[in-house]
């Protein structure tokens, strides 16, 4: 990508997260801020990648005090609970030190359904609780500042949360010989809202589980955050799976992931390239049928950015993919037709950039559909203008940075 390109979608990323700041209560800082973890997930990424962009660090302050907003919204009891306090049970002082230690909330606008309620799936949508999912994305934000800075505490809330999702997402059900996970669990992490698992669940704690190890080898404290039995479960629930999707964002996701996992194969992790091979194989599958859907033409009311924007997202990843096997092949070796595997996703980049030049028109910002889910569609969009700050391991990732 030229610079003249890059300054662009950077100062357009950087005029998006300016307005999500303030819509947000943010900076300035609002009397009740309105967190959502998995916008802000996207958001910490962001601002982590402008900060890399300009080398602004009033860039640096926003993502630190977004964590620290999150952390104490997010992190504790809903105004509307007869509880309060931190949802981990701790003290306040111990609450401060391991703000993660009993998960986060999502953020949605209801409270929780309550253990002796009837399942109302379409309510269910627009309660709050936690998802595994979303706890994955802020594990990963975390470790990206942690690396960043060079401040192993956000790698080590980080480790503390994975503890604490998978002590309590993950369960043996009876009379079958594998573990499985529930989708969504009670704000105090006791009892399951949805039980079934997510397609991508155990997938997501794997590859997250492993960034987190790496970074926590080098923790002077390393014995204190250790994660290999939690990942040898996620990698016994990822056995044998397939992971094809057409769904655009969870296709976004599977790419974003294999440059994940790339960038650790560079670093010695994923070491025979089975995961590797095994995502962009369903990826070229998933991308196949949602090509043929030929969804993207249709008008603005009936598309939902935020879930095209995840696929641009990873379509952006590709080109770093393609970067780092180009530099490091003897990392691949155990990789068989990786080459060939990337080359054949490339002519599907196309449509990222089609995404995003759709998106960004002020006139398709003020459908519905664009407002109903403005947050998480204006961080999205800004990831997808500016990349780096989310795909993007460390500033020495191999492969180098920006991702085009």
Known sequence: MRQGSVNRTASAARRIMTEFAGLTGLAPVGPAPRRYLWTDAFGVCNF?????????????????????????VLGR???DDGRAGWISGLDEQAGERHPTAGGLRIGKSLAERKHDEPLDERLEWDRDGQYYHYLTKWMHALNLVSTSTGDFTYNRWAVELARTASARFVYAPRH????????????DLSYPLVPTMGHHDPLDGLITYTQLQTAADNDPEAVKYDLKAEIAVMAGMCAGRNWATDDPLGLGGLLSDAFRVGQLMARDCFSDGELLVTLLDASRRGLEAFAGENTLRLPAPYRLAFRELGLSIGLKAMGGLERLIGRSPNRFVRAPGLKARVKALMPYRPLGEAIDDFWILPEHQETDTWMDHREINMVMLATSLLPDGYLT??????GGSPVP
């Open 176 to 187: 079958v010989g594998h573990k499985a996970m529930h989708w969504k669990m009670s704000i």
């Open 48 to 72: 982590l990648g402008l900060h890399r962009e300009t080398g602004d660090d009033t860039l640096k302050d926003l993502c630190l005090r977004l964590i620290g907003q999150v952390h104490h």
């Open 393 to 398: 391991l460390s500033p020495a990732s191999p």
């Open 77 to 79: 009891h809903r105004p």
